[in-house]
């Protein structure tokens, strides 16, 4: 497997995360590029690069860019999303502990591209140990001088799954409960208090100065034609070697597993692999055999690559018990806007909970299949279409297993 | 009782507020502060709050009950929060649940931490307990108890 460090580059390097440190390998040169670069040719590198946003729905961010004025009395803002909270995903949290510059670096790019004079970094409240790293790297960037174009400001969150949705989360950025808006008919950009603003992942926008600063094309010799670069990669769950590993896009996934992860704990058979954060659909030892990990090969068999943190079950797993858990979660994190979704998780973790405990009939796995289906496409966010997915896919994958636990009268 | 915002967080509150479009970004902000001041908010932190920001105060409290991170009562027992969700149900939190059980701490399940890789994990105060055994955690409660 090929070595492809882009994001990853200074997290082996102790105290990377001073500014000393990560200057003397290199960070915050890429800016230099901007005085031979106008706003617009920065958005045409990213738009070449392929450049896919990295918080879990793989979007063009060039395309999103582009949305944003460039002229105009209003001013625009960046908002990078660092809510973290989709289960299996921890990637988020090494960039802003490991190598906060890097981040920083990418800011003051895209805020160049887009014309905006500030950006806040909107942060889960539970990551307040890796925000204080985060707020003593824009310190120290201050001191340095280095934040005179633009402001960057911390936003703490405070406990909230849905706020990591970009509409949700600037509801919350502006002092209200963090409920999803309706997505409006046109393309057009995120709205922070009626002024237009771009909402990336952290990884995306950490992505963005080894792009400006080697050219595209570089970029793109990793990873595949539709997805290029790469992405950092997480496994949790029975591996050997659990963790965050960057890896490019086309990678085989048990190449991954085995190379990084060490395969299987304790020598155990694989039995499902979630590929990309509990909202994924469930994937068999048997699909993940010959599969790629990029956008593609994961939506080609109806999954997808989600936020490429994988979550890994061994043949001993109960995957009743699995769905119940993952159910749990919906439940809790719903923001009960929308009564399909409301009610629907609620309804579908007791009904599982009920095969769970030798009590479920064959009614309640078509209920439950029924239930997924209102929960599908009617909802103001894709909160509730994830729970379908999840709630289809362990069904249709591992249904003779929710068939044996069913009370026999 | 009254609640009135530190000296030092009144002057927080007035560099904030030239970081945003609007005052009401700090409703969030002013609610960490009271929170930090006083262990939990209280309602008449909550009055201060609308005040300071032009905020209804129902609005304000609206804010407060959404999200998981804020009390609204005092907190008397050292609160733990155990990692429920799957990563960590999968590398042993049951165990960890169970261990807690008999502790004079005030234990609360909570949805993925952002730590899966050192599953399973716990978070006191603003602090992550990562990669734990029942071992690990009698010396963690040893230090804080
Ligand atoms: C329920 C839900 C939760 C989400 N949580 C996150 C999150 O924690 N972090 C994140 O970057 N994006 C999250 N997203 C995606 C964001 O809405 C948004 O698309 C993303 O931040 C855009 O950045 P990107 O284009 O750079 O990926 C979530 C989306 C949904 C529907
Ligand atoms: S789908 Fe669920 S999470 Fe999304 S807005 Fe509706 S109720 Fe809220
Ligand atoms: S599942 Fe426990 S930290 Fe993510």
Wanted: charged letters at 25%; glycine letters at 8%; hydrophobic letters at 40%.
């Amino acid at each position: 497997m090929r070595e492809c460090k882009i994001v990853s580059k200074k997290f082996e390097i102790e105290n990377a995360h001073t500014l000393a440190v990560a200057k003397k390998h290199g960070a915050y040169a890429s800016l230099e590029k901007l005085k031979e670069y106008s706003p617009l040719e920065i958005i045409n590198i990213i738009q070449e690069s392929k450049l896919r946003g990295k918080g879990g729905g793989g979007a063009s961010a060039a395309e999103k860019w582009a949305l944003m004025p460039q002229t105009g009395d209003k001013p625009s803002f960046l908002v990078v999303n660092c809510d973290e909270s989709e289960p299996g995903t921890f990637k988020d949290r090494q960039i802003i502990s490991k190598d906060p510059h890097l981040l920083l670096e990418g800011i003051l790019l895209t805020c160049y591209a887009i014309k905006a004079k500030h950006a806040y970094i909107y942060i889960r409240g539970e990551y307040f140990q890796f925000q204080k790293i985060l707020q003593a790297a824009i310190d120290e960037a201050y001191a340095e001088g280095l934040l005179t174009e633009c402001d960057i400001t911390i936003h703490r969150g405070a406990g909230a799954y849905i706020c990591g949705e970009k509409s949700a989360l600037l509801e919350s950025m502006e002092g209200k409960r963090g409920h999803p808006r309706l997505k409006p008919k046109q393309k057009e950009p995120e709205w922070f208090f009626n002024n237009p603003a771009l909402v990336n992942n952290v990884e995306t926008i950490a992505s963005v100065p080894f792009i400006v600063q080697n050219g595209a094309e570089v970029y793109k010799a990793f990873g595949t034609k539709q997805s290029p670069g790469t992405l950092l990669f997480a496994m949790s769950g029975h591996v050997e070697r659990p963790g965050v590993y960057e890896a490019e896009f086309g990678t085989s996934m048990m190449e991954y597993i085995n190379h990084f992860g060490g395969g299987i704990k304790n020598g155990k058979k694989l039995k499902a692999v979630i590929p990309g954060g509990v909202s994924c659909g469930v994937l068999t030892a048997k699909e993940c055999e010959n599969l790629t990990l990029d956008y593609e090969a994961l939506r080609h068999i109806g999954s997808s690559l989600g936020t490429g943190g994988m979550i890994i079950m061994d043949e001993d797993t109960d995957m009743i018990e699995a769905l119940k858990n993952i159910l749990e979660f919906y439940h809790e994190e719903s923001c009960g806007q929308c009564t399909p979704c409301r009610e629907g998780t609620g309804w579908s973790d007791k009904l599982v909970a009920k095969i769970l405990d030798k009590r479920g009939t064959k009614e309640d796995i078509d209920k439950l299949l029924e239930i997924a289906d209102t929960m599908d496409g009617k909802t103001i966010c894709v909160f509730a279409p994830s729970v379908s997915i999840v709630i289809v896919s362990f069904i249709s994958k591992f249904r003779d297993e929710f068939e044996a636990a069913l009370c026999v009268k | 009782m009254n609640f009135i915002f530190t000296e030092e967080n009144l002057i927080k509150i007035e560099a904030l507020k030239l970081r945003y479009p609007s005052p009401q970004a700090l409703c969030l902000p002013c609610l960490w502060m009271a929170q930090h001041q006083e262990g939990y908010i209280s309602i008449n932190a909550i009055d201060a709050i609308s005040e300071t920001l032009g905020i209804a105060p129902m609005e304000v409290y609206r804010v407060a009950t959404f999200y998981t991170m804020f009390h609204l009562e005092p907190q008397e027992k050292l609160n733990v929060q155990v990692c429920k969700t799957l990563s960590c149900k999968l590398c042993g939190s049951d165990a960890i649940l169970e261990h807690l059980k008999n502790k004079e701490v005030n234990i609360i399940h909570t949805e993925c931490l952002g730590s899966c890789g050192t599953a399973p994990v716990m978070q006191i105060n603003d602090t992550f307990y990562e990669n734990l055994t029942p071992e690990k955690v009698d010396a963690i409660l040893k230090e804080l108890l």
